[in-house]
């Protein structure tokens, strides 16, 4: 799913997509439950969920989550503390260095705002985090946001626009944008 494309609910795009899901969380069902010194165990099922070997010297912490795997690209010395998802359908790349603390969500996808497009579509983009990135814990990163290089996210903050480089962002608050 590229950059701001729709997606239709009802084609086979999306059935494809949603049996991946369900093959998916069957897999990290079982990652979440292993031992936590079984390494190898561990290894064997992050390749099938990423469709890869885990890059050199990255560490996650379960509970982990994500929806479809195949779009997360996680570069060397990435950090991913206890129980954080990742929603990579439309992709998800985290530079190396990246650190993410717990509880930190990713969405790629989405629904439009339209009450009636919005069970007949999936919208979305991709997120891109630099490297040398700290995301807080708890905090969320939504759909077509890049995170610039040295970018810290502090906790709780929900992240709906670009981040340059080199600066804190805080904050969660929700304000009226429209009506209908």
């Known amino acids: 799913m590229p950059d701001n494309r729709l997606l239709r609910i009802h084609s086979d795009e999306f059935r494809a997509m949603s049996e991946r899901v369900l093959r998916v969380t069957e897999l990290t069902s079982r990652l979440n439950v292993l031992p936590f010194e079984d390494e190898a165990g561990k290894a064997a099922l ?65 629904h439009p705002v339209d009450p009636e497009e919005r069970r007949g579509w999936l919208s979305g983009g991709p ?19 890049t995170i610039g290089r040295d970018a810290v996210i502090a906790a709780g903050a ?13 904050g969660a608050k929700a304000a009226v944008r429209r009506q209908w």
């Not at 570069?75 to 790349?93: H, K, M, P, S, W």
């Not at 929900?158 to 805080?170: F, H, M, Q």
């Open 46 to 110: 992050f390749e099938r969920i990423l469709g890869r070997p885990l890059p050199d010297r990255v560490t996650i912490y379960p509970p982990f989550y994500t929806d479809h795997g195949l779009r997360l690209d996680l570069a060397e010395r990435v950090f991913i503390n206890q129980n954080c998802t990742f929603l990579d359908y439309a992709g998800i790349r985290l530079g190396e260095r990246t650190m993410v603390g717990p509880r930190a969500t990713f969405i790629t996808v989405g």
């Open 127 to 145: 997120i891109d985090v630099a490297e040398n990135v700290w995301i807080g814990a708890g905090a969320t990163i939504l759909p077509g946001v």
């Open 158 to 170: 929900v992240v709906a626009e670009d981040v340059p480089p080199s600066t804190l962002v805080t």
